[in-house]
């Protein structure tokens, strides 16, 4: 039988994989710190994530930046799901007072791009910044495609 390793070597392998994930662990720390309730972390590849967070009334979307965390919803509605890119722009599905609607946040402004009388829910959002969801007409759902 050959072996493919001198002896002892798979236990060093062993011993710095071990060591490599509890240093891993050092790295872990809180980014709120408050009562309320956060869900749907999402991150993306330069590092900045948004999750949907109750602010004492009802679910708003918050961004953070490097140490920078950035409330980008302020309303009196619910705002869900939010979804962000590697540009950092974020969508998400919210109430408008009407119906559902889905929200763009190109890093300065917040955009209605649905703004219809369907109700539109699950967006997603590509590296270019095209955004697809699916809004219900009254008889089924169909696809929309909001291109900026």
Do not use: C
Request: aromatic residues 14%; negative net charge.
């Amino acid at each position: 039988m050959k072996r493919l390793f001198p002896s002892g070597t798979a236990v060093a392998i062993a011993l710095t994989a071990a060591s490599v994930v509890s240093s891993q662990t050092n790295f872990v720390s809180g980014i709120t710190n408050n009562s309320y309730d956060k869900a749907v972390p999402l991150v993306n590849a330069g590092g900045k994530f948004v999750w949907n967070g109750f602010d004492g009334h009802d679910y708003e979307i918050y961004l953070i930046d490097g140490s920078t965390i950035t409330q980008i919803t302020d309303n009196d509605y619910n705002d869900y799901d939010p979804l962000i890119n590697a540009e950092g722009k974020v969508v998400w599905w919210g109430f408008d007072g009407h119906d559902t609607e889905i929200f763009l946040y190109d890093g300065k402004t917040v955009i209605n791009i649905s703004n219809n009388d369907y109700n539109d829910y699950t967006p997603a959002i590509n590296a270019e910044g095209k955004v697809v969801w699916r809004g219900f007409n009254g008889r089924d759902y169909e696809i929309f495609l909001y291109d900026g």
